[in-house]
């Protein structure tokens, strides 16, 4: 069965830090491999998408992630926050025979002026 | 082009009521998803509909909860006799082609239901 771990349900950054959000995933198949944000009082917006391919995966907002598959993660990060980057970040993984996504239980980024 | 909408975005209803969540996905993406989110988690697959038939329904919790797509678009999560526990926030997205080829899901601004 497929699972998602986010490390911190809290993470607090200064603005103009690096922003690095932690997550690990099982899957008994080559995963897809998502984040996304919601930012307060909106909708789930995809930030990027692991399916195949290169492994490092540019997102919008300036975000990327890195798939490894050896260490079963999947990290997001951006090199300088953004006081608007604030809002809660949810990792997923999907199968790739399959179509629902699980996701982790998120992570707020607050950050910090 | 607009998104996926859902109506009501709040409806707060007692215990035992039977309420209906409408979802309207972006026009021509044949696959549509319901999720659940309760507080402080992350949203929780119900059930996935690839055009008008439910390819996984999975993660529906019990037999009170039930979904249709009758023409393959607009879709309805129906909940019979509400408890106190079904208070979340109801997710619909919807992909182009689903299938597993890793589509991406476009997300409703969902609808608050709180069961008093």
């Known amino acids: 069965a497929q699972s998602v771990t986010q490390l911190g349900s809290h993470v607090s950054v200064s603005e103009g830090a690096l922003v690095l959000l932690r997550c690990n995933y099982s899957s008994s198949v080559p995963p897809y491999l998502f984040w996304y944000v919601q930012y307060p009082n909106q909708g789930l917006q995809l930030l990027l998408k692991?399916?195949?391919?290169?492994?490092l995966v540019k997102g919008i907002n300036g975000f990327e992630a890195e798939f490894k598959k050896s260490e079963t993660s999947f990290h997001l990060t951006k090199p300088s926050a953004h006081m608007s980057d604030a809002a809660e970040y949810f990792c997923a993984v999907s199968e790739t025979r399959d179509d629902k996504i699980i996701f982790g239980k998120g992570t707020r980024l607050h950050i910090l002026p | 082009g607009a998104g996926v909408s859902q109506t009501p975005s709040n409806k707060v209803t007692e215990k035992g009521k039977y309420v209906e969540l409408r979802c309207d996905p972006i026009s021509g993406h044949t696959a549509l998803y319901w999720y659940r989110q309760s507080l402080g988690q992350g949203p929780e697959f119900l059930i996935y509909f690839q055009g008008t038939g439910a390819a996984d329904d999975s993660g529906l919790p019990n037999d009170r909860f039930f979904a249709v797509r009758p023409e393959g678009s607009v879709s309805t999560l129906k909940i019979q006799r509400t408890e106190r526990g079904d208070s979340a926030v109801y997710l619909c997205?919807?992909?182009?082609?689903?299938?597993?080829?890793?589509?991406?899901?476009?997300f409703g601004p969902g609808t608050r239901l709180t069961v008093l």
């Open positions: 997205a919807s992909s182009l082609m689903g299938q597993g080829a890793g589509d991406t899901q476009y």
């Open positions: 692991y399916t195949t391919g290169a492994t």
